[in-house]
């Protein structure tokens, strides 16, 4: 098992930027895929971005240009930092993980999720 605290959200004007991180209770690089959701309020929680066990990272077409991950291994620490933002960003932003391999990035694929922090773009 993994826990992960997510931190970093917080409200930010339209263009502006913040680096949201998932800290690990365990080491997750070459073992655990570590992924980044997020849900606005009245919609589905939806796949941002994914490190994979092996490293690649893969982001939603929403995001990609503006996102970046990046980790930090002797922190146990996966890194979103999020340029650019739009009031469309505005989310619970989620860090979540899986031991398996899966080509899959919905929700329901990840074991094990943080409590959530919220980013709130204003425009």
């Known amino acids: 098992q993994v826990q992960l605290v997510e931190s970093g959200g917080g409200l930010v004007q339209a263009g502006g930027s913040l680096r949201l991180s998932c800290a690990a209770s365990?080491?997750?690089?070459?073992?655990?895929?570590v992924g980044w959701f997020r849900q606005a309020p009245g919609k589905e929680r939806e796949f941002v971005a994914v490190?994979?066990?092996?490293?690649?990272?893969v982001y939603a077409d929403s995001v990609k240009g503006r996102f970046t991950l990046s980790r930090d291994n002797a922190k146990n620490t996966v890194w979103l930092q999020m340029n650019s933002l739009k009031p469309e960003d505005t989310a619970v932003y989620y860090c979540?993980?899986?031991?398996?391999?899966?080509?899959?990035?919905?929700?329901?694929?990840?074991?094990?999720w943080g409590q959530g922090t919220q980013v709130t773009v204003s425009s």
């Open positions: 490190m994979r066990w092996n490293g690649i990272n």
């Open positions: 979540a993980a899986r031991s398996f391999s899966s080509a899959s990035y919905t929700s329901g694929s990840f074991e094990y």
């Open positions: 365990r080491r997750t690089s070459g073992t655990y895929t």
